[in-house]
């Protein structure tokens, strides 16, 4: 244990067990079609049986009341976080200037996660956004444990042998990682031991497969370390564990999911690593101001044909009508890629062994009972990550990674336009779209005064995230914010919000053009 917390040294304080883990139980009535309430919009990562449309129209539901402008900030600001990276000799050398992050939840709990942390021991800052489906449970072991296995994967092979010798000297280890954490971003206290020795076995095994001198290439060292880490949730979840807890967890682990979008920015090599549906944005600034966006990352869903492709061209031809139904994996999973989920991976007769050997508490879940239809040739899921690379410009002034909680709700230019003129403080005088609407000259009148008390009054956010999520929330069908929709929408009773959207997690990075461009030069030269 001494030195397990050498290792993992600048956690945060581990929240108390019954106030952060046990909520994660609470998840089971999203597992179905919901029959109390008419559904406003399609959960993101499980079934229904009826298709309903989306709609964000206000309803006699929404007309509860109106929060005080004070209490809609104090609700969007809860779970804001920055970081500015430090200077040095009073000038930045890194290509980051710093991140804004936040989240807004709709399930109780959320079930979304983020990390942030800067490489010690190798150059590089990780960010990362996890949506988790059916609990929180996988998206927040992947919170606490991607970048350890991304930071392993990239350290040289003479580095990884002084960590192994320091483990069996027992000697205290440097740190890998500095995190840059909320308060509310907890760790599993009870499973750190666990997670310890899954990774000192993969960095052995990379000591065995790597060369005296030998330094990992970047986009193997993502691939890897993903395709790694889900590996060891399937595995510990085989294995279970004495402790009755831990064999608990690590089950609850294995058969809930998460998407996972990660950044890998040292100097300007952008790497993006993406497994899902969340989803990384460049905002780039024109040369008249503008800002216009770049993808970084594909969604891998049914909206994604090469997607489609893929997963048909794994399967024989006799599911090919089954493999991919209402647009999802065998009629259940929108997102076609995800860690965890081993009900989509294990052959029955696994899942049927490990729920047999576990505990009471998981043959009262109806979810990890249930065989997916069509069950023939898994697995059918992959955590295997598509790596996208950019190098950065001057003119790339800031990235947003979010969750599909945010996408469904704008437009990745709008997204773009909307951080761009908050960071900048210039808006761009678009012409006044009402989108096929009658409005009367009234309302015209109103649209514009507010446009013009919007650009000259200071903006009420310290975080872009934050403006960002008011954005996403409360716009109307004009694109601007609605106190009144906005204060609806967050007074939502929690049984009822997750039907008008979903968790909206987001990280917005800074990049500073002045070192990226004397980066571009260096390596030019």
């Known amino acids: 244990m001494h030195v397990t917390s050498q290792l993992l040294r600048g956690f945060p304080r581990t929240k108390a067990l019954a106030s952060s883990l046990l909520p994660c139980q609470q998840h089971q009535s ?32 929404l007309r509860s009341y109106i929060l005080t402008p004070p209490q809609v900030n104090s609700i969007l600001k809860a779970n804001e976080y920055s970081f500015k990276v430090p200077e040095f000799d009073g000038k930045n050398v890194s290509s980051v200037m710093g991140f804004e992050s936040n989240q807004l939840p709709a399930n109780a709990p959320i079930e979304d996660r983020r990390s942030a942390a800067t490489c010690l021991q190798t150059r590089g800052m990780l960010l990362g956004v996890f949506d988790g489906h059916a609990g929180c449970a996988c998206a927040q072991a992947l919170s606490e444990r991607l970048f350890y296995y991304i930071a392993v994967s990239l350290l040289p092979h003479d580095t990884l042998c002084e960590l192994e010798a320091a483990v069996e000297a027992g000697r205290a280890l440097s740190p890998i990682l500095q995190w840059h954490k909320h308060p509310n971003d907890y760790f599993t206290r009870e499973a750190q031991t666990l997670y310890f020795n899954s990774l000192r076995t993969y960095w052995q095994e990379l000591i065995d497969l790597t060369s005296p001198g030998e330094v990992p290439d970047t986009r193997e060292a993502l691939l890897n370390a993903f395709k790694r880490l889900d590996n060891d949730i399937s595995l510990e979840a085989q294995v279970g564990d004495p402790n009755a807890f831990l064999h608990y967890w690590v089950l609850r682990v294995a058969f809930s999911g998460a998407t996972a979008c990660v950044a890998h920015i040292d100097g300007p090599d952008l790497f993006i690593a993406n497994a899902g549906d969340a989803r990384a944005v460049l905002g780039v600034q024109e040369e008249d101001g503008s800002f216009s966006a770049h993808t970084l990352s594909n969604d891998h869903s049914a909206q994604n044909e090469e997607e489609m492709a893929r997963i048909r061209g794994e399967h024989p031809p006799s599911e090919r009508k089954t493999v991919i139904r209402q647009d999802r994996l065998l009629g259940l999973l929108m997102p076609f890629r995800a860690f965890g989920d081993v009900k989509f991976k294990w052959s029955i007769e696994l899942q049927k062994r490990v729920l047999e050997s576990g505990p009471d508490q998981l043959h009262e879940n109806e979810h990890t009972k249930f065989i997916p239809p069509n069950y023939h040739t898994p697995p059918y899921l992959t955590a295997e990550p598509e790596i996208t690379y950019h190098r950065l410009r001057p003119q790339d002034r800031f990235m947003v990674i979010g969750s599909d909680g945010l996408w469904e709700t704008l437009h990745r230019q709008e997204v773009v336009r909307i951080v761009g003129e908050y960071l900048t403080g210039v808006h761009q005088r678009q012409p006044l779209k009402v989108g096929g609407y009658k409005v009367t000259l009234g309302q015209m009148q109103g649209l514009l005064e507010e446009r013009k008390a ?34 609806k929408m967050l007074s939502l009773p929690e049984e009822l919000a997750r039907m008008y ?17 004397a980066q571009r030069q260096d390596g030019q030269s």
């Open 501 to 517: 959207r979903d968790d909206i997690t987001i990280i917005i990075s800074q990049f500073n053009p002045h070192v990226i461009g």
């Open 454 to 487: 919007r650009v000259s009054s200071a903006f009420e956010d310290q975080n872009s995230s934050t403006h960002l999520i008011r954005h996403a929330v409360g716009n109307n069908e004009f694109g601007t914010v609605d106190h009144e929709r906005l204060s």
């Open 30 to 61: 999203q597992l179905g079609p919901i029959t109390q309430q008419p559904a406003l919009r399609r959960p993101s990562h499980v079934w229904q049986s009826h298709q309903h449309s989306r709609s964000y129209q206000t309803t006699s539901v």
